[in-house]
């Protein structure tokens, strides 16, 4: 009878649906707890130019010490063109006076107060680039011609106020797309669909060669080196995984670990190759000339 | 009744959430600007590394190029150093970019004693 009573109350077109209201609070509290608590917005692949300030100071602070260390206008500016600073000596010279004042590292100092007068200088001037940059760093071209390489001069001032660039008017940043799609990280290893097996095994015996190590090149069915390829090694007491490629002066294809007299490693080359067991460090010589050799190890792609 | 009662009772809820999702990931979020260095694309974080490697190369400081690399992010240097080079040649750096970058690599193996098989019983 009471719940009757009820719902003819609740029915009548006087008084709201309460329970409609109810409904949409109780969702609207489960959305802000999903949106704000439990997966909030995550922003991923931002560009320099959206960096805090304090963040544009430490790449900025980066791309003079690089510069510094490889004097090269084109790429440092190219660089600096990611931050979209309309003024970028003046910016540079301004970030070296407030390290100044803040008891900075004298060689960050001097290596803005550098890139700050290198950018000032007239040659630089016509070299100017727009905004929008290349993602990848320019490969490596050089100097231009007429570039001057070493600033020895520490005088901030000048640095300050020798600056030509007129300003550059810029659009306004565009406003980023923040996202909560889990970014697709790059894998490290490439799919290789077939395994690799060992082709040959030799002996180093080099005496000059102070630490023993397993020298390890792998290659394709075609005898191409090939990087990006994951190898783990496992002995008593410890694993460790690493990657062909990284020594491209030796080659692709090849990789090392240093190896410990005495010790019995087990190798595999990718994921589904079969594991090699029972490598050693060979000896090498005989009596009290004996060393102990490296061993080399040639894989290739069935 | 009822049953259409719980029906809208559930739609509302459905509304609801709806709603306060649309907040929380579209409305709210303001922030234009104002990112840490870990935000970066991958590709500028390569080019990060590389200007830590640059810089390694030249000064030999490996301290110096370690604090560079968490400045960027938490993850492992050698990670790090690692993700650069393959993104680099994703991207087809200049050869002398990549062994720049494996010459921090290999500096980075030889620094980090859990990294090298010296702890062999």
């Known amino acids: ?302 | 009744m009822r049953l259409r009662r719980l029906i809208w009772f559930v739609v509302m809820i459905g509304i609801g959430a709806a709603a306060g999702i649309f907040y929380g990931w579209v409305l709210r979020p303001t922030q234009t600007s104002g990112f840490a260095l870990h935000t970066l694309r991958s590709d500028y974080k390569a080019d990060y590394v590389l200007m830590t490697a640059e810089i390694y190369r030249q000064d030999g400081d490996l301290a110096a190029a370690l604090e560079r690399l968490r400045a960027l992010e938490d993850a492992p240097p050698l990670r790090q150093v690692q993700q650069a080079i393959l993104t680099g040649q994703q991207l087809g750096y200049a050869r002398s970019d990549i062994e720049t970058l494996a010459n921090l690599f290999q500096a980075l193996q030889k620094g980090l004693p859990t990294l090298t098989p010296s702890a062999m019983p």
């Open chain 1, 1 to 302: 009878m009471i719940e009757d009573d009820y719902y003819e109350e609740d029915e009548s077109p006087r008084q709201p649906p309460l329970y409609l209201l109810t409904g949409l609070v109780i969702g609207l509290l489960l959305g802000l707890l999903i949106s704000l608590v439990i997966a909030p917005v995550q922003v991923v692949d931002t560009s320099p130019f959206l960096l805090a300030e304090a963040e544009k100071d430490t790449y900025r602070l980066l791309i003079a010490r690089a510069f510094q260390a490889e004097p090269n206008l084109e790429r440092a500016r190219a660089r600096l063109g990611l931050l979209r600073d309309n003024l970028l000596p003046q910016t540079l010279a301004d970030q070296a006076l407030r390290l100044q004042s803040a008891g900075g590292s004298e060689a960050d100092i001097r290596a803005l107060a550098e890139l700050a007068a290198a950018l000032s200088a007239p040659q630089s001037a016509v070299l100017t680039q727009p905004p929008g940059l290349p993602t990848s760093p320019p490969s490596g071209g050089g100097d231009l011609p007429g570039t001057p390489q070493t600033f020895p001069t520490l005088d901030l001032n000048q640095a300050v106020w020798t600056a030509t660039l007129p300003p550059t008017p810029t659009s306004p940043p565009p406003t980023p797309r923040p996202t909560f799609t889990p970014r697709v990280q790059p894998s490290p290893l490439p799919t290789l669909g077939a395994p690799f097996e060992l082709a040959e095994q030799t002996p180093v015996c080099e005496a000059n060669r102070a630490q023993p190590r397993l020298l390890i090149e792998v290659q394709d069915s075609a005898g191409k080196p090939v990087p990006g390829i994951a190898i783990t090694v496992a002995w008593d007491g410890g694993i460790e995984t690493f990657f062909t490629g990284l020594m491209p002066s030796i080659s692709l294809g090849y990789a090392d670990f240093d190896m410990e007299a005495g010790v019995v490693y087990s190798l595999r080359v990718g994921e589904l190759s079969e594991t090699i067991n029972g490598l050693q460090a060979p000896t090498c010589g005989e009596g009290s000339e004996a060393f102990t050799g490296s061993l080399r190890l040639l894989f290739r792609q069935r």
